[in-house]
């Protein structure tokens, strides 16, 4: 059987990454794009001389050119720029968005097949972006950012609790920054809700509430710490885990950044919300109802992805 060609559309630090664990994961063969002269093709050449090494079988090639991405199964998007300290994801904007005009150009002339999962920031508007320039069906664009979220903040419990990572799972919902919610509710150590963890004594509301703040700001804490850049291993191996699902048909429920037309009462935009994904791409948005300071901070937190939507389309009116 033919292995399945993956892209990756930038080849910086996330990119570089995405291509590492694809081979180790086995996932396919890999096409590294970028617009930087001869680095998608040292990384491809790297990790390849790396593969007999660990053991795996892929082939990668790096490239400066759209066409590379003819036929690709997957395409997955970094192409940009990263933050830097005292940045937003927002301020990342118009500088992102002219990118993804190029990069659903390229999706579009070469790869319309594909599944595409968008990583760039600000992450729900760049999403909605490449999906309007590649012309895509909705269901086969999506963003990747509730699995980045939820991972850190399974991380932050696991830690809390001394328990391993495997039994904590994380339910996160709205945009990606700092006003996603962590819905506490639905997180669960081995079934068990967080609220009856706290009843039963193994923490605090107080702390619970540090935890979902240093979720909300996991990210700026890692740029603050690296100061040339912003996080990389954890974004990749999340992208990863939902090009996993989607080749394998694994149909696994994973919060990302995607489509709602009337879910959620949202339409016409790209929010975090728990997805299947499967062969045909996004099979399934998981509504649940959400009432009180939930419903209140996901409508904020949707009002904050509008806003970045809506300048979107002032600066590319023509994307409509
Ligand atoms: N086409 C293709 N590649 C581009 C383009 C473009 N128009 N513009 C920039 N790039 C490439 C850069 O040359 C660089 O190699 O995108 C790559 C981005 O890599 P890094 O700067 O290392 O950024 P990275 O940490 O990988 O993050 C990429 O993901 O999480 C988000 O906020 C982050 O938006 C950023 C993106």
């Not at 995405?18 to 093709?41: R, S, T």
Request: aromatic content about 6%; hydrophobic content about 45%.
């Amino acid at each position: 059987m033919a292995r399945d060609k993956i892209a990756l559309i930038g080849s910086g630090q996330i990119g570089g990454t995405l291509a590492h664990l694809i081979g180790l994961k086995e996932l396919g063969d890999v096409v590294m794009f970028d617009i930087a002269e001869g680095v998608p093709q040292g990384k491809a050449l790297d990790i390849a001389q790396s593969s007999p090494v660990d053991g795996f079988d892929a082939h990668y090639t790096g490239a400066n050119s759209y066409e590379a991405l003819d036929n690709a199964k997957v395409c997955i998007v970094t192409a940009g720029v990263p933050r830097k300290p005292g940045m937003s994801r927002d301020d990342l904007l118009s500088i992102n968005l002219k990118v993804m005009e190029q990069v659903g150009a390229g999706i579009k002339k070469y790869a319309p097949d594909a599944f595409v999962i968008c990583i760039t920031n600000p992450l729900d508007a760049m999403v909605w972006a490449l999906q309007k320039a590649s012309g895509l069906p909705h269901k086969k664009v999506v963003g990747m950012a509730g699995v980045l979220d939820s991972a850190r903040f399974r991380y932050f419990l696991a830690d809390e609790f001394n328990v391993s990572v495997e039994d904590v799972t994380a339910f996160v919902l709205g945009g990606h920054g700092d006003t996603m919610v962590p819905l506490v509710k639905y997180s669960t150590v081995a079934g068990i809700p967080l609220p009856d963890l706290v009843k039963m004594g193994w923490t605090s509301q107080a702390r619970l509430d540090e935890i979902v703040d240093r979720t909300r700001n996991g990210g700026a804490e890692i740029v603050n710490l690296l100061k040339t850049g912003s996080a990389f291993y954890a974004p990749a191996a999340s992208a990863i885990a939902m090009a996993e699902s989607y080749l394998k048909d694994k149909k696994r429920v994973l919060p990302c950044a995607a489509y709602l037309n009337g879910e959620y009462s949202v339409k016409d935009m790209y929010v975090g919300v728990p997805v299947v994904i499967g062969a045909k791409g996004v099979e399934r948005v998981v509504e649940i109802e959400l009432a009180g300071k939930d419903r209140e901070a996901f409508d904020k937190s949707v009002g904050a992805v509008q806003g970045l939507v809506d300048a979107c389309k002032k600066i590319a009116p023509d994307l409509l």
